[in-house]
């Protein structure tokens, strides 16, 4: 029963002031005019006639009434978990005269329900949830878990009102929001930090509800509205205006944007893995090439395995090639149609370590994200010598550690990114996002959120370590000691004239552990690609294998110059064999 003398207006709403309810600390706010004033301003604005409003955390009653005020609307459903709220609730919807028809339920919210679950009772109604440990609370209450999942089939809500003291983690995950087109939502930052919040408005991105644009910065309450058909790039971001789908890893296009410069014995094998890994899409740029990457490449083009163009640095007169690349990819038809995008080279492979081997089992193992920051692991030379045609892979096993001393800790990665109106645009080590709003579900290889490159827009690098659980990027830079010459000659892909150092060998050549295997189901299935796609074709096998061709007379033309006689001398005394425990190098 509630016991009142006075009635207290706020929101527009007549609220009974039950002072062993109403604390002092509630009271204030209401008195002023603030107290979930968030909610309802957002709530009034986005309702529309035909409605049906489902209300998580029903708290005093106001968004409910709000709800069941507004012309038109259908239903209303209101959960509840603290049962000592129950009669209030029911007095503010009689005093606005919305008695009836609001349909206002005990019990707690989770993803799918079943049986009971303790709800923590505080003397601040308001801190009352199922989370134990942020603070203490007078008792427990076991109540009925209500499923999200079954009142979305029940009540078809088109509006989501949800407030519910941290609990809200974790509910949106894997529920379909098909006809929701606004959630009003409170968020608890202090109960599940940064994290939190990033997992839940992707969560919801995937879903197509993004954060309202005039939300208010820094407010714990945020309008999440639905978003659908071509989205226009925010100001300042290099995507295009494009639609976007939900979270469906099952079919999702897949693209990897490179730059190549001589390459030509290497390409097949690693468009053969990443399709077999479930890359479905390439666009290559290529520059100067002497070796035939570039007929290659255009042989495959016209077979429709990929989109080959030249650098548009060279029509600019730029020496860099990688970010002139990177900046044009934005615009070509893949990039639009793409649901992720990674910039990878082609010494590099996506090696996941979970489920079958495949882009899909990553995604199953992660959960939605916008971006997913893989760690390199460098295989060194493997003590060859000499540059022989074949698979890069089988022929250099050996790598660096996966678990280094914190002086080696710290590698590059490379980035599957989620396309969506959060990213403003695509670098090679990793994309830039919205830095507005909440911020982004930026996860590592084993899954473990990210700040660090958020926080820092100029960080290309982590420390790796606990960061290979679910996937690396191996990474073979150096190949042979006669390819390493080819790259030394070739110079740097990413930037014109820029040599590639002895150092750059002393620091990637380490061969002293073979922990990093591959998926065999994946394994088998690129080697049968490559057999049916590309050995049957006569004229794309004759390409390649006069690439490997020049890649050896060329190797043993310049090995005879003295520079190299010298590198060679330096590196076999130097850097042929050492210690994976030796102290890092700055590369």
Not at 103 to 109: H, I, K, S
Request: glycine share 8%.
């Amino acid at each position: 029963m509630v016991e009142y003398s006075e009635v207290i207006q706020t929101q527009g709403i007549s609220v009974p002031f039950d002072p062993r309810i109403i604390t002092p600390k509630i009271e204030r706010p209401m008195r002023r005019g603030r107290y979930e004033g968030g909610e309802c301003a957002a709530l009034r604005r986005v309702l529309r006639p035909g409605d049906r409003v489902l209300e998580l955390g029903a708290g005093l009653g106001l968004c409910s009434t709000v709800a069941a005020q507004a012309e038109g609307v259908e239903a209303v459903v209101a959960i509840e978990a603290n049962p000592e709220l129950l009669p209030l609730i029911r007095e503010t919807h009689r005093l606005n005269g919305v008695e009836g028809k609001v349909d206002l339920r005990n019990g707690v919210a989770v993803p799918s329900g079943g049986g009971e679950i303790p709800f923590y009772v505080r003397p601040d109604f308001w801190a009352s949830s199922m989370e134990a440990g942020s603070r203490g609370y007078s008792r427990v209450e076991l109540l009925p878990a209500i499923g999200l999942d079954a009142l979305l089939a029940e009540v078809r809500p088109t509006v989501i009102v949800c407030d519910i003291e941290g609990g809200e983690l974790g509910l949106f995950d894997r529920i379909a929001l098909n006809e929701v087109r606004a959630v009003v939502l409170e968020l608890h930052p202090k109960v599940y930090g940064t994290e939190g919040l990033a997992r839940i408005a992707c969560a919801l991105a995937v879903q197509g509800l993004y954060p309202a644009a005039d939300n208010k910065a820094g407010s714990s309450v945020q309008l999440f509205e639905r978003r659908e058909g071509v989205i226009a790039p925010a100001p300042g971001s290099r995507m295009p205006a494009r639609a976007y789908r939900g979270w469906a890893p099952e079919d999702a296009r897949v693209l990897v944007t490179t730059c190549m410069k001589d390459e030509g014995p290497f390409i097949l094998e690693w468009l053969a893995w990443h399709r077999a890994v479930g890359v479905t899409d390439f666009v290559v740029f290529t520059n100067d090439c002497s070796d035939g990457t570039d007929r290659i490449l255009d042989h495959l083009a016209a077979r429709g395995e990929l989109v080959h163009l030249p650098n548009p640095a060279l029509a600019a007169g730029s020496p860099a090639f990688q970010p002139f690349a990177l900046a044009y990819t934005h615009y070509l038809p893949a990039f639009r149609a793409a649901d992720f995008v990674i910039s990878m080279d082609v010494d590099e492979f996506l090696n996941i370590r979970t489920g079958q081997g495949r882009l899909t089992d990553l995604f199953a193992a992660t959960g939605p994200f916008d971006a997913l920051s893989v760690s390199e692991l460098n295989h060194g030379c493997n003590g060859r010598t000499d540059f022989a045609p074949g698979w890069i892979r089988a022929q250099f096993p050996a790598h660096e550690s996966e678990t280094p001393g914190r002086k080696r800790a710290r590698r590059g990665v490379k980035t599957i990114t989620r396309l969506s109106p959060a990213v403003e645009k695509i670098r090679n080590h990793r994309p830039d996002m919205c830095r507005d709003g909440l911020p982004p579900r930026w996860l590592d290889g084993s899954g473990r959120h990210l700040d660090w490159f958020h926080d820092d827009p100029a960080e290309n690098g982590m420390d790796i370590r606990g960061s290979y659980d679910l996937v690396s990027l191996d990474h073979y830079p150096l190949r042979s000691l006669g390819s390493f010459f080819m790259k030394t000659l070739r110079g740097d892909v990413v930037v014109a004239n820029k040599q590639v150092s002895l150092r750059y060998w002393k620091v990637r050549n380490r061969n002293e552990h073979l922990t990093s295997t591959w998926h065999p189901a994946v394994e088998a299935a690129a080697r049968a690609l490559h057999a049916e796609r590309y050995e049957g074709d006569a004229a794309l096998m004759a390409l390649h294998h006069a690439a490997c061709d020049w890649h050896a007379a060329r190797i043993a033309e310049v090995s005879t110059q003295p520079e190299f006689a010298e590198r060679r001398a330096w590196i076999m005394a130097n850097a042929w064999g050492q210690a994976d425990s030796d102290e890092a190098v700055a590369a």
